[in-house]
């Protein structure tokens, strides 16, 4: 019986990826317009370089790119970035298709819902509200509250303790299968791989299911809680 579910948000509610190039293609865009002296290509690989060395979230990724390609920080340059950054990524923040639908319908059922993310809290909280999710989430659980990220088990056993659920009552949905899949496996979750929001071309998730649509939720729990598949 699933009483439980627990999300992943960036790549699995919301489209991040496709939020994250806009804003920094609009804030190359923006630095550029302000006498940034580097071709948009160039400075949006040097970017991501660093995103994906230091991670993803990284509140200071101009200043870095700045120090390491000029020695120095150009701020009327860096004010740019930061502004047209801020202004893309409010209008590039969107749900994936059915999201609503989906946590709608689960409430209805009578289904706790939580969230897990490797983010910090308030970039994670943000994203929610600014979603318009968080009538559906009162427990989330991010980097700052535990100090480990997914796979290690204690994300997902703080979420359940939150939720009053135990592992096999619960069902992890998420897209990045090392970290979601692998880390609510071994907590002894059902898990559900988001394979629409797929970044890492992976082929084989390892999950239980695989969701081509966020939608798809809906009916593997009423399937499960039916009776009609045995997990």
């Known amino acids: 019986m699933i009483k439980g579910v627990i999300f992943d948000i960036d790549n699995t509610l919301m489209d991040f990826m496709r939020m994250k190039r806009a804003s920094v293609d609009a804030a190359v865009d923006a630095m550029i317009d302000a006498g940034l002296d580097m071709k948009k290509e160039a400075m949006v690989e040097k970017i991501f370089n660093i995103y994906w060395k230091e991670g993803i979230e990284d509140q200071n990724i101009f200043d870095k790119v700045f120090d390491k390609e000029f020695g120095q920080v150009d701020y009327k340059i860096l004010a740019a970035g930061i502004t047209g950054y801020k202004r893309a990524k409010e209008g590039h923040m969107t749900l994936y298709p059915h999201v609503r639908l989906t946590l709608t319908e689960l409430m209805k059922m009578g289904i706790k819902m939580g969230v897990v993310s490797d983010a910090p809290r308030l970039p994670v909280w943000l994203r929610i509200v600014g979603l318009g999710l968080h009538h559906y989430f009162e427990n989330v659980v991010t980097f700052d509250d535990t100090g480990e990220r997914k796979p290690s088990p204690r994300p997902f056993k703080k979420i359940m303790q939150m939720m009053k659920v135990e592992p096999s009552e619960s069902i992890m949905v998420g897209d990045w299968a090392e970290r979601d899949i692998v ?27 695989e969701l081509d649509d966020i939608h798809d939720i809906v009916k593997i729990i009423g399937d499960i809680n039916s009776g009609k598949t045995a997990k």
């Open 183 to 209: 880390g609510a496996k071994n907590s002894g979750m059902i898990t559900a791989w988001a394979k629409y929001g797929n970044q890492f071309d992976t082929k084989n998730s390892g999950a239980d299911y």
